[in-house]
């Protein structure tokens, strides 16, 4: 599952016909649609053949039943990195988390360390940092998060080069 993407998770069936209620955690909800494939965390390989967004509803092929959709209940829907990137749309500066994650942080030329995780908060994402070497051994925390905020931190974001140039992020650094 390493290359895999957790995005939503299936609730109990409803109905006669095979419908699953369908928990989405994804930005992406357009993903969900007609041949999508999905693979469950059972290594199940999942077809989409209806999807109603204003109810929350997914079908699949071959699961045209009730007791056949009931199987699938509490199932966690995965994709693969190249299917999202193939699928979502974004924006202009906007990244996938994994593009971010294993980014190295550098603030006015001073590695700060390397994005290890991203938390989402309702107000902001945070990113989960790893301290470099050189910053813990004179004394600074192991691990900081830095706000995910490109008004106030992120001044520049270089997936190529994997690297997130940032603003007083330093000073988040010393103060935790």
């Known amino acids: 599952m390493n290359n ?8 109990k069936a409803v109905g006669l016909k095979g419908h699953l209620r369908l928990f989405i955690d994804s930005d992406f909800p357009e993903q969900f649609k007609k041949n999508a494939t999905f693979t469950t965390n059972r290594n199940l390989q999942l077809k989409v053949s209806e999807y109603n967004p204003n109810r929350e509803l997914i079908k699949f092929e071959n699961y045209d039943d ?17 299917d999202t990137k193939n699928n979502c749309n974004l924006e202009e500066g906007e990244y996938f988390w994994f593009d971010i994650i294993g980014c190295n942080v550098i603030e006015d030329g001073l590695l700060l360390g ?57 000073a988040i650094l010393e103060n935790s």
Not at 4 to 11: E, F
Not at 66 to 82: D, G, I, P
Not at 115 to 139: A, F
């Open 66 to 82: 009730v007791e056949l959709a009931r199987k699938l209940t509490n199932q966690q829907l995965y994709v693969s990195m190249e």
């Open 4 to 11: 895999k993407i957790y995005v939503a998770k299936l609730g």
């Open 114 to 170: 390397e994005v290890k995780e991203i938390h989402r908060y309702p107000l902001d994402d945070y990113l989960e940092v790893i301290t470099s070497k050189q910053l813990v051994e004179k004394g600074l925390a192991k691990t900081f998060l830095i706000p995910y905020n490109k008004e106030i931190y992120i001044k520049n974001v270089d997936i190529d080069n994997k690297t997130i140039e940032t603003i007083d992020s330093l």
